[in-house]
């Protein structure tokens, strides 16, 4: 590509989306030198309240905390996370729930940390810059690639050179591209739905239970799940099937699921009642999309590209995981975008097929799975393989949370240590340490990956 047809010549660098990977993505294009626009359709979250009842509290995990040291906001990030280190598992019955470490490690822990929060500290990063301009309330209603313009809902038009997809699992840059044949999309939606809430602090302004687990109360069909925030108050979130939803149609029919179901969390969340009728039901669903680019045209990034449903805890490390081979892929490719966004979607579809089928198999382990006596003996077995072969072993969702291996060799290694597992437990006289040791070995961790970048007390 010669220079006069580089898109920057053609027009100014857009990123459609304001949220954590657009923010992050436009942090990194201005590390490049370019000078970025940003335009967002909702209000300015730093200074209005747009997400309550309407977000899932974000799990923090290795993936998404190798981005953030790279474009230098750890610190500021460390200070709104809480670290969780493990799954406190709430059984009917039972006064004293159950943790279940997420692994052996001492880093082994992922961190509560407030949506809205970690995309101001990323908005803020972006406009220190100097090269980073945020347009609010401007919402992108038509791309036209022929006339490299951008139409908004107000009916104003901007011209561009090249636009960065980062507004979401509806994004109108997504659509463009598949308007001009360059991507083909579908919405896999999961038959259940889900209900956000709050479980408030004591009246000190302490934490009711522990902040430092991701609490479970796992009902087979359906769960509800609470994270800590720094306030003292949790997110809870109700996942239950359509059905379920269906069923509380009124304040009695709500009060009386909760008494029967979640007996405890009822008890320290008196408006319980209140508090489900004022918010919102979301919908859960994956999407799967072919063609992330349009020659140096465009490009998608983050749930844009890949939304997933929230069960892994990945959405948000994975769209910055994403953002950040994006760059890697551009600063490898300065002069030649369109071979850059080619490998940048190479790479990452089959890591973003593998996660969406991770997530979905997590639901029912998170739902079913953490008081199934099966689950627990190979989890155990799992965990004492690794102990006995740290460099060929890790179980599936420490490979996912804890490392930067690409999802899809997680999935592969998982498969096949399952498959050991299984074995072994159907044949005690197995040689399982000659198994694991014909193994590959695990892969290194990006050298960014410091376990001690966040704090864990």
């Not at 979607?345 to 969406?356: C, F, L």
């Not at 999802?407 to 437990?425: G, H, K, V």
């Amino acid at each position: 590509m010669s220079a006069a047809t580089h898109p920057t010549e053609r027009g100014p660098v857009v990123v459609v989306g304001a949220g954590q990977a657009g923010a992050i993505l436009s942090i990194y294009l201005a590390r490049q030198g370019h000078n970025v626009t940003v335009y967002e359709s909702r209000p300015d979250l730093r200074r209005t309240d747009i997400d309550a009842g309407r977000s899932i509290n974000l799990a923090l995990a290795t993936r998404g905390i190798v981005p953030l040291i790279d474009v230098g906001v750890i610190e500021d990030v460390d200070a709104i996370t809480i670290p969780m280190r493990g799954r406190m598992v709430h059984v009917d019955g039972d006064p004293t729930p159950d943790l279940q470490p997420y692994g052996s490690q001492e880093h082994e822990v992922i961190h509560s940390v407030s949506r809205s929060d970690l995309n101001a500290i990323l908005l803020d990063a972006a406009e220190a810059t100097g090269n980073v301009t945020l347009e609010f309330d401007t919402a992108v209603s038509t791309i036209d690639f022929d006339s490299s313009t951008i139409t908004f809902e107000d009916g104003r038009q901007t011209p561009f050179g090249v636009i960065f997809g980062a507004d979401g699992a509806g994004s109108r840059v997504r659509k463009a591209m598949g308007l001009a044949g360059a991507c083909t999309f579908s919405t896999e939606w999961l038959d259940h739905d889900y209900k956000e809430l709050t479980l408030p602090p004591n009246p000190d302004g302490s934490h009711r239970i522990d902040p430092n687990a991701l609490h479970i109360w796992p009902k087979g069909e359906f769960m509800l799940i609470a994270l800590a925030n720094p306030e003292g108050d949790f997110t809870v979130t109700l996942f239950a099937p359509k059905t379920t939803f269906a069923e509380l149609d009124s304040a009695a029919a709500i009060q009386s699921f909760f008494d029967t179901e979640f007996g405890d969390f009822t008890t320290l969340v008196p408006d319980v009642v209140d508090q489900f009728l004022d918010n919102p039901t979301g919908r859960l669903g994956t999407l799967h999309a072919d063609g992330w680019h349009y020659e140096d045209r465009a490009v998608i990034v983050g749930d844009a590209a890949h939304a997933i449903v929230p069960f892994h805890g990945q959405g948000m490390n994975a769209a910055l995981e994403s953002v950040r081979t994006l760059d890697q892929h551009m600063r490898a490719n300065p002069n030649d975008w369109e071979a850059a966004f080619s490998m940048y979607a190479a790479e990452r579809k089959p890591d973003a097929d593998a996660i969406a089928a991770m997530a979905l198999d997590n639901y029912i382990e998170m739902r079913s799975g953490v008081v199934d006596p099966d689950y627990l003996v190979k989890r155990e077995f799992a965990l004492d393989l690794e102990q006995r072969h740290p460099a060929h072993v890790k179980p599936r969702y420490n490979m996912v949370m804890f490392s930067t291996m690409p999802y899809s060799e997680a999935q592969t290694r998982a498969a096949r240590l399952a498959d050991i597992i299984t074995s072994a437990i159907a044949d005690p006289a197995l040689d399982v340490d000659a198994l694991v040791d014909a193994l590959p070995p695990l892969p290194s961790l990006d050298p960014l990956a410091d376990p001690k970048a966040l704090s864990t007390s």
